[in-house]
């Protein structure tokens, strides 16, 4: 099953649901910190929940998702071109 | 309220360039590919905010702010897992499914399991299902918004968005259907930040927003277990299986659901198709930023600065004065409400009210009617390749939709908006929340076999069906049972038989998501009991698939 499928993959997920489920768990341990903890008078999960992991952690991967396969195939295009002569 | 002028320009402006889009793109749609698929030529950034725009439905820009102002802050942590589930689908789905280079939503599942008669028919049924709950819901959205903010009489404002949605999908199929879905995936996501940025600027930042939510709702920070007594936010968030479940309950939709899927099938390329989902998060993303600070300060806003505060509620025990957010709510959709939609749903339009800005409110009732009527011709576009192509056609071998492929996709483009019109008119509750029904059912039903037939050589004909069979009926079973015996459909169904009549115990599994898990491992097991597809299927539709 999932034979085939990019280490990155894998690397990929584990960051996101590692990160998510940390910070979940921190919040059980802290009952403060959703609200009581702040940066910049704000509290952090403003930071941490609103923008890391809503949008700059999916956006990063989901890039990345794309850029790594383009550079492996580009790689590959390249020894071949080499290969043949090219 | 009267509504003011620079309302209604705002929203005939929107009209106006979703009806240009329609009538500039209807001759790019002279054959058929372009008609199914765009003709395969959707760049990464116009494909990526279609999807935006077709995956997140009004049950997102009038659902999300309003669950957020039951749930409090645990709520973010879904909107975390909808966004977080948009990269899994680059590479689970995206990719392989461009590299086959289907037509249809079906066409997978009959290539992969060797059957092309009962797998179009049965895999047919839960994307059908999908298609009436969601045309129905982003309709009534179209309405809640014209009404709401317009005053436009309810049934004029389905008809309105209703013919809209009919004539893009109607003269231009998907090419129309992709610009105009695109258009409206920008300016989804422009409203949103806008309309959260104004917030912000009321309160003067993040700070001051988070003090005054504290200061008139202070269980909203609560996480399960957070304080010492034992306060939650909510009952549905006692427990951590509310914030899991919460998190999973949409994850896997963007990966495996018909009418992002499609979207996959549009790219130019397979690379094209990866870059869609970066795109996809930098639209749908913004605007969940944006609906997080909405749904936040919504309480606050209304109870605050609403107009409606301080006049009278005609209630069954006669006039009160509005004094809180339940009433000015109840107000809303007492004047120009629908049967079937919570006050809740009002709240998102009531926060951006409150702020008394002319220019906002013309970009919300642009940016909700976007969202609407995008998920609409996103269902539509799946239900009358359904219909009129893999059914009519392949199925059933009529001979006029074969010969005349695009008229008999008009037919049914026809034939599901006026069903969807027709049940959007009177909505029952019922109707409105089956979407989240369908959601769950089609990805245990549908999914499972998807994902698993691209990665897992084993995965089996009978298995596919089996999971329909089992899954379709279980699902709306549970959830029928929660939502009307329980009272929520985001309780386990079986809570009462565990654990009694004490609501204390009762375990929260919103829209009883835990079922694609079990459809997983249901699907495994059975596929390792069955026989699998030949080595050449196998070879074709999965092992070299994977890029």
Known sequence: MFKGMKSYFWWGMGIFYGLVFLLMILEMKIPAMTYGVKIGGAPISFLYTHVVALYLLPLGIAYLFYWLPEQADKKTKGQEAKKHGG | ?547
């Open chain 2, 1 to 547: 309220m009267a509504v003011n002028p620079i309302v209604i320009v705002m929203t005939i402006a929107y009209f106006a360039v979703i009806f240009t889009i329609g009538y500039v793109t209807r001759k790019a749609s002279t054959n058929p590919m372009d008609y199914y698929l765009a003709g395969r030529k959707i760049g990464p950034v116009v494909n990526g905010a279609a999807l935006a725009a077709t995956f997140l439905s009004p049950a997102s820009f009038l659902g999300l702010p309003a669950f957020i102002f039951l749930l409090g802050y645990p709520f973010w942590w879904a909107m975390v897992g909808i966004i977080g589930g948009m990269p899994l689908a680059t590479m689970l789905t995206a990719a392989p499914l461009r590299k086959y280079a289907p037509i249809s939503f079906t066409d997978y599942y009959c290539d992969r399991f060797e059957d092309q008669k009962w797998m179009r028919i049965i895999t047919g049924i839960p994307v059908l299902m999908g298609t009436w709950a969601y045309v129905v819901l982003s309709l009534v959205g179209t309405g809640l918004f014209m009404m709401a903010i317009l005053q436009v009489p309810f049934v004029w404002a389905v008809i309105i968005g209703a013919l809209a949605v009919l004539f893009y999908v109607y003269l231009g199929g998907m090419v129309a259907t992709t610009w105009s879905t695109a258009f409206q995936g920008a300016l989804m996501a422009i409203a949103s930040v806008a309309c959260a940025i104004a917030v912000l600027l009321h309160y003067g930042g993040f700070g001051n927003l988070a003090d005054a939510v504290f200061t008139s709702t202070p269980n909203f920070w609560l996480m399960p277990y957070a304080s010492a007594e034992g306060a939650v936010s909510h009952p549905l968030f006692r427990s951590w299986t509310g914030v899991i479940g919460f998190f999973f309950v949409w994850h896997f939709g963007f990966a495996t659901m018909p009418y992002s899927v499609v979207r996959f099938f549009t790219a130019m390329d397979v690379s094209s198709a990866r870059k869609s989902v970066v795109w996809t998060i930098v639209f749908g993303g913004a605007m969940y930023w944006g609906l997080i600070i909405i749904g936040t300060a919504a309480r606050h806003l209304i109870e605050t600065l609403h107009p409606l505060m301080g006049q009278i509620l005609n209630t069954a025990d006669g006039p009160v004065t509005i004094a809180n957010v339940t009433q000015v709510l109840t107000r809303i959709k007492g004047d120009f409400g629908v049967g079937g939609a919570a006050v809740t749903d009002y709240s998102m339009i009531a926060a951006i009210e409150s702020l008394g800005n002319p220019w906002l409110l013309g970009l919300l009732v642009a940016g909700g009617l976007a969202i609407a009527m995008s998920t609409a011709a996103g269902w539509v576009v799946v239900g009358n390749v359904l219909l009129g192509r893999d059914w009519l056609g392949k199925v059933f071998g009529n001979k006029w939709a074969i010969e005349n492929p695009i008229k008999s996709l008009r037919l049914m483009t026809v034939l599901i908006l006026v069903v969807g019109t027709y049940y959007s008119f009177n909505p029952l509750a019922l109707v409105l929340d089956l979407s989240g029904w369908a959601f769950v059912m089609i990805v245990a039903t549908l999914g499972v076999p998807l994902v698993l037939g691209l990665w897992w050589p084993r995965a089996t004909r009978a298995a596919t069906y089996a999971n329909i069979i089992v899954f379709f009926p279980l699902v709306l079973y549970s959830w029928l049972y929660a939502r009307s015996v329980l009272g929520s459909p985001h309780w386990f169904f079986l809570s009462r038989v565990m654990y009694g009549d004490d609501r204390s115990k009762w375990i929260s599994t919103p829209h009883q998501w835990y079922w694609v898990f079990v459809a997983f491992a249901f699907f495994i097991v059975v596929s390792l009991l069955t026989k699998p597809a030949s080595a050449e299927t196998i070879k074709q539709y999965c092992d070299d698939l994977h890029v």
